[in-house]
């Protein structure tokens, strides 16, 4: 009979993370990944660990192919941060900001019900509730879900439009669209742009991280470049200029992998 005790080994998880959990967790697979990523890293006292896919796998009893999907979707909705090690096991980290996942909204549920209509009628193009009708059941928050370009952008496509975001934040905190709980709509609708970069263009994920990078870096670029299609639009001149002093694109890459 099993008889779990805490002095045996146990992990802390914050009430307010606990709170972002049950408005989302993962699917499938995906949860029980998670669960092996808390145990490798908090069930340690880490914030980080180098677990391999045969520790996922024994943990877990899924398959190979299983875990490395559930991953790929973890870091897309940017649950998990995977650091690649090139030659070695990936580090690998909750990323315990519940508000940059890419996911059902996990930020605390709106009081107001001015701004929950609000929200209704702008998702479900319903009509507005007035305070003078009242109706047999309060209104329902819809739950949308913000993850919802998961089938046409790919786990890349996202995760670069994510790292865009971040990088705008870092230059201005302020950022209108950014700001305010606008973040996870943006990085989706960012993600369709980067992901026609990437299929129909026929860029490499790491030349856009290059570029986009530098363009952030860049005192003219970084207010120019503050969105998924403007990185698309501006996209030759934005090769032509990190290729300066002859080096190209390719190159440059070399030169900011190692700080990326």
Same mark, same amino acid.
């Given at each position: 009979?099993?008889?779990?005790?805490?002095?045996?080994?146990?992990? *802390?998880?914050?009430?307010?993370?606990?709170?972002?959990?049950?408005?989302?967790?993962?699917?499938?697979?995906?949860? $029980?990944?998670?669960?092996?990523?808390?145990? %490798?890293?908090?069930?340690?006292?880490? %914030?980080?660990?180098?677990?391999?896919?045969? !520790?996922?796998?024994?943990?877990?009893?899924?398959?190979?192919?299983?875990?490395?999907?559930?991953?790929?979707?973890?870091?897309? %909705? $940017?649950?998990?941060?995977?650091? %690649?090690?090139?030659?070695?096991?990936?580090?690998?980290?909750?990323?315990?900001?519940?508000?940059?996942?890419?996911?059902?909204?996990?930020?605390?549920?709106?009081?107001?019900?001015?701004?929950?209509?609000? *929200?209704?009628?702008?998702?479900?193009?319903?009509?507005?509730?007035?305070?003078?009708?009242?109706?047999?059941?309060?209104?329902?928050?819809?739950?949308?879900?913000?993850?919802?370009?998961?089938?046409?952008?790919?786990?890349?496509?996202?995760?670069?439009?994510?790292?865009?975001?971040?990088?705008?934040?870092?230059?201005?905190?302020?950022?209108?669209?950014?700001?305010?709980?606008?973040?996870?709509?943006?990085?989706?609708?960012?993600?369709?742009?980067?992901?026609?970069?990437?299929?129909? *263009?026929? $860029?490499?994920?790491?030349?856009?991280?290059?570029?986009?990078?530098?363009? !952030?870096?860049?005192?003219?670029?970084?207010?120019?470049?503050?969105?998924?299609?403007?990185?698309?639009?501006?996209?030759?001149?934005?090769?032509?200029?990190?290729?300066?002093?002859?080096?190209?694109? *390719?190159?440059?890459?070399?030169?900011?992998?190692?700080?990326?």
């Amino acid at each position: 009979m099993a008889s779990p005790q805490t002095e045996n080994g146990h992990m *802390d998880l914050a009430n307010e993370l606990v709170d972002a959990f049950c408005r989302y967790w993962p699917p499938s697979g995906e949860g $029980q990944v998670l669960w092996v990523v808390f145990r %490798k890293t908090y069930g340690w006292n880490k %914030k980080a660990d180098k677990i391999s896919v045969s !520790q996922f796998q024994e943990l877990t009893g899924l398959s190979r192919r299983t875990v490395i999907y559930a991953l790929q979707n973890l870091e897309a %909705k $940017q649950m998990v941060i995977i650091e %690649k090690q090139p030659g070695g096991t990936n580090l690998i980290s909750f990323q315990k900001d519940y508000e940059k996942w890419l996911v059902h909204n996990c930020a605390p549920q709106i009081s107001k019900k001015r701004e929950i209509a609000k *929200d209704c009628q702008l998702v479900h193009n319903c009509a507005p509730v007035h305070n003078s009708v009242r109706t047999s059941a309060p209104p329902v928050h819809p739950q949308k879900t913000l993850y919802k370009n998961h089938r046409t952008s790919s786990p890349e496509s996202l995760r670069l439009s994510g790292l865009l975001a971040d990088l705008i934040l870092e230059n201005n905190p302020c950022n209108s669209e950014l700001s305010n709980g606008k973040r996870v709509k943006a990085v989706n609708r960012w993600a369709e742009d980067i992901d026609k970069l990437l299929r129909l *263009d026929g $860029q490499t994920p790491e030349k856009v991280e290059v570029v986009m990078r530098w363009a !952030q870096s860049d005192s003219f670029w970084r207010s120019n470049i503050l969105s998924g299609s403007a990185l698309r639009r501006q996209w030759n001149k934005l090769v032509v200029r990190v290729g300066n002093a002859g080096n190209s694109a *390719d190159a440059r890459y070399d030169m900011f992998k190692g700080v990326a």
